[in-house]
């Protein structure tokens, strides 16, 4: 699907978010291996979400929407999960093949987690590590999926892991495996990352120095219980940038996880010079949420690298399209993770940029952006099969000269099926 976007004069309204998908994921593994009945309100029809419900109902768990459209799983327990009679597909969702390959190495049976081409491209052997030294069994191709999962010989052995990269899909997948390990595994996270499982597991945690240690223990049951998803806030970052980059805008978000791993983009917004509040902040079960209102404002250059970037590591392709539109240069270093999302977004994000008039430099980890206000270009554009891409673009289609086109632009179904709609609704054509 193309999608076509004519300028906009104005962002205004109350924009509906779609659920979580980071907490939407953890949620429904988390109610499969419950000892009971869960209910989880505000379950998103989001592709990623989808995968995670899919693969699970492969391993035997039932579940159900009832009358007042809340998710309802049949937790099994942890060791309740039955063998899947086929490859279990995860579509394009790298979390859900990530967590769920840390529940299936302890599994006393075999499984394959499989998924899209984008999927099958990304790399696998970052989990696939730590697994094999708690004694997990685990077969990649190439470093990569399909990923095959044999009962390990003697049951998992609990590890102190060090990670590698900042990386949640990592911790989160040697955090479950040890839930099927003998003795307490520790991982160690020198530069943290979202915490989503460790707070909804309820884990312990220390900090000394700025290294953190998470702590799980082999057979920690987890209770039944009922979760609200909080609005994603990696959804909202798109319409934040819209507003603050096109004149005259004034949005609000209800109800918007702010957990403060992932919402790094304020402040660097802020430090732009963008007109942010957040207000009636409050928790949603173990989730700090929110609203959040935002105007538009002049923006100028910023420089950004370091702890800050995996709090911030998916918004990075709107925050460039913000750079594009600001006065002066902006400079983002340490983010060579985006090499290996849904696709290189640094490349994408550079060529299309590029293509619309902006002065974009790619760098091996990161980009220079020199901000020429909002001179962009209307022109055709690629989503390169990847939602967050396609999401920048039509922001940057908002503060364009003439009309964008986005080839691709149904992957924003991935995380934010009412993507286009959302944005046609509060925005009024120049
Ligand atoms: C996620 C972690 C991040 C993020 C992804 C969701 C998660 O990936 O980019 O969209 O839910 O744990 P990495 O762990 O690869 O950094």
């Not at 998803?229 to 319409?239: K, L």
């Not at 974009?360 to 980009?367: F, H, N, T, V």
Request: with cysteine; proline share 6%.
């Amino acid at each position: 699907m193309t999608q076509i976007l004519s300028p906009a004069s104005s962002l205004r309204g109350t924009v509906s978010l779609p659920a979580d998908k980071s907490i939407s994921h953890r949620s429904a593994m988390l109610s499969a291996l419950a000892d009971g009945t869960c209910r989880i309100h505000n379950y998103p029809q989001s592709a990623d979400p989808q995968s995670t419900l899919e693969v699970l109902r492969g391993l035997g768990v039932s579940m159900r929407r009832d009358d007042d459209d809340v998710l309802v799983i049949e937790g099994v327990g942890i060791d309740g999960l039955r063998p899947p009679d086929a490859p279990l597909d995860c579509g394009n969702s790298g979390t859900t093949m990530r967590l769920m390959s840390g529940i299936l190495a302890g599994q006393p049976f075999g499984s394959v987690l499989t998924g899209d081409d984008s999927l099958q491209q990304r790399p696998m052997k970052r989990i696939a590590d730590p697994l094999k030294a708690m004694g997990g069994r685990v077969i990649l191709v190439d470093d990569h999926a399909p990923i095959r999962l044999r009962p390990s010989r003697d049951g998992l052995s609990a590890i102190k892991y060090r990670l590698p990269m900042a990386s949640a899909q990592v911790k989160s997948c040697v955090l479950l495996a040890g839930l099927y390990a003998d003795g307490r595994t520790t991982v160690v996270e020198p530069t943290r990352c979202r915490d989503h499982t460790e707070r909804m597991l309820g884990l312990e945690t220390h900090e000394v120095g700025g290294v953190r240690e998470i702590y799980v223990d082999g057979g920690h049951r987890i209770d039944p219980r009922t979760w609200t998803v909080p609005g994603d806030f990696s959804g909202a970052a798109f319409f934040m940038v819209a507003a603050s980059i096109t004149p005259d805008s004034d949005i609000l978000f209800k109800n918007v996880g702010l957990n403060p791993s992932r919402t790094a983009l304020i402040d660097v917004l802020i430090d732009m010079g963008a007109d942010i509040r957040v207000e009636k902040e409050r928790a949603e079960g173990s989730e700090p949420i929110g609203d959040v209102r935002v105007s538009s404002a002049p923006l100028e250059g910023v420089s950004v690298g370091g702890r800050v970037i995996p709090n911030l590591i998916d918004e990075i392709p709107v925050l460039a399209v913000a750079a594009a539109c600001a006065e002066g240069q902006t400079v983002i270093r340490d983010a060579e993770e985006l090499r290996v999302k849904e696709t290189d977004r640094l490349h994408a994000i550079t060529e299309n940029l590029r293509a619309m008039g902006a002065q974009i430099e790619e760098r091996p980890d990161g980009l220079v952006i020199d901000g020429n206000g909002p001179n962009l270009l209307g022109t055709t554009v690629d989503s390169f099969d990847d939602h967050r891409i396609a999401m920048a673009m039509g922001v940057a289609a908002c503060v364009a000269h003439g009309e964008t086109q986005i080839r691709g632009a149904e992957c924003a179904r991935v995380s934010f099926p009412s993507f286009w709609g959302e944005l046609d609704r509060v925005t009024t054509p120049r």
